[in-house]
């Protein structure tokens, strides 16, 4: 152990348990608590993304290629192929989308529909997985009035306002277009409830209907063809660029593209900004503990003056004595910053694997508090303590390194 260690270790603890030593236990356990609540804050936030995105990939497809003012396809089949051919593509399917409204009972309700095709959808999206009654077929289907319609998927929350179970009927209805001019008649169609789906995400199981590509060719005027068709890529976070590459493929106009990205643009956004909200905030904890560090390291020094002096009466430099101090803000720092992590992903860790803390499920879309440690983050609230410890004690440092030996000695 060298000389600067040797000494900076022994003004950390000290001979006696005083008033000062008190203080520098108190500034380690602030920066524990600062790093354990800083790495849990970041870890629920990442969790909630996680959830939010697991659930959007999970209804949805991760891309989108459709043509500009709602055009329709009528190529599909080929427009598969094509779609299909690129490496990173795992599976293609058409899609309908359009607004309608769902009547039940005189109760009536606004909806976007979806048209699929169920066969092939399961290969672009994991709806058939949030089935919870009924089965993933939209084939006709008997009602409990003994009658057989074409069948479709309501969410949890729209059966629930509808009162609805499987094998009832409901009426969904649309304005069309033909011309660029609306029909003010609009396109009806009785169907069967043949399963109920719940995702999570309250929007989508309030106002979410799924038909055949039949029924949705037939309610948005579109006999030839389909809207869009969806992909699945191997990797959702190159979605983007995979869709890119393939409308560029196609030529571009008429052709376009989205993703799941893009398509909850606002959503993620808010999301980022909400965690990097939290980290600005919950740094004040560890702030705190720096100040805390650099009052203990002045005290310090007051305390040590005439030590001080004598060690540079004996020659030390005092290049040396501040790197005795800093040694101080360095040790505090990583005592606290590697107990702190040790406990803040320990504590996350058992979170997201055993569900100690439970949320209301008809409140939040989980019934537990999702937590997911991510490396990076670790490693940013690791450095960043540190950083600020050792900010926190280079003024004392400084202020000891400028201690005149004479008047230090004379002043005791």
């Not at 997985?129 to 069948?151: C, H, V, W, Y």
């Not at 109920?196 to 006999?223: A, H, N, R, W």
């Not at 055993?354 to 937590?371: E, K, R, S």
């Not at 490693?379 to 900010?391: A, E, K, P, Q, S």
Request: charged residues 15%.
């Amino acid at each position: 152990m060298n000389f600067e260690l040797f000494v900076s270790l022994r003004y950390l603890h000290g001979r006696k348990m005083g008033f000062v030593s008190i203080i520098t236990a108190l500034s380690i356990i602030g920066v524990i608590l600062g790093t354990v609540v800083l790495i849990g804050a970041l870890s629920v936030s990442n969790g909630f993304e996680f959830e939010v995105r697991d659930r959007i990939v999970g209804t949805f497809a991760h891309a989108r290629i459709m043509k500009y003012n709602g055009e329709s396809i009528t190529n599909p089949d080929s427009l598969s192929q094509i779609i299909a051919t690129h490496p990173q593509v795992v599976a293609t399917a058409p899609i309908i989308m359009g607004k309608g409204a769902a009547e039940c009972e005189s109760l009536q309700e606004g909806v976007m529909i979806m048209a699929i095709d169920d066969s092939l959808e399961k290969g672009v999206s994991d709806l058939h997985k949030k089935m919870i009654e009924g089965k993933f077929s939209l084939a006709p289907t008997k009602s409990n009035r003994d009658r057989i319609q074409p069948a479709c998927f309501l969410g949890t929350g729209l059966a629930a306002k509808f009162g609805v179970k499987v094998h009832d009927e409901i009426v969904l209805m649309t304005v069309s277009q033909e011309d660029g001019n609306i029909d003010p008649s609009p396109k009806m169609v009785r169907l069967v409830v043949a399963g109920i789906f719940e995702t999570g995400m309250y929007e989508y199981d309030q106002g979410l209907i799924y038909v055949s590509i039949g029924t949705g060719q037939k309610l948005f005027s579109m006999p030839d063809g389909v809207e869009g068709i969806s992909m699945r890529c191997k990797d959702l976070n190159n979605a983007s660029t995979i869709a890119k590459e393939i409308n560029e493929q196609l030529g571009g106009y008429p052709y376009k593209y989205s993703d799941w990205q893009t398509q909850n643009k606002s959503l993620f956004q808010w999301m980022k900004l909400e965690k990097l909200i939290i980290t600005l905030f919950l740094s004040i904890i560890i702030l705190v503990a720096a100040f805390n560090i650099m009052a203990t390291r002045i005290m310090i020094i007051m305390e040590k003056r005439r030590e001080i002096g004598i060690l540079m009466g004996m020659g030390t430099t005092k290049q040396l004595i501040m790197k005795i101090f800093l040694f101080n803000g360095v040790v505090i720092g990583l005592i606290g910053s590697v107990a702190g992590t040790i406990i803040g992903v320990t504590a996350s860790y058992l979170q997201h694997r055993y569900h100690i803390i439970p949320l209301a499920g008809d409140i939040y879309f989980v019934n537990f508090l999702p937590a997911i440690v991510e490396p990076l983050d670790v490693l940013i609230v690791f450095v960043g303590t540190n950083l600020l410890c050792i900010l926190a004690t280079l003024y004392p440092a400084w202020s000891a390194s400028k201690l005149l030996p004479a008047q230090a000695i004379r002043l005791e």
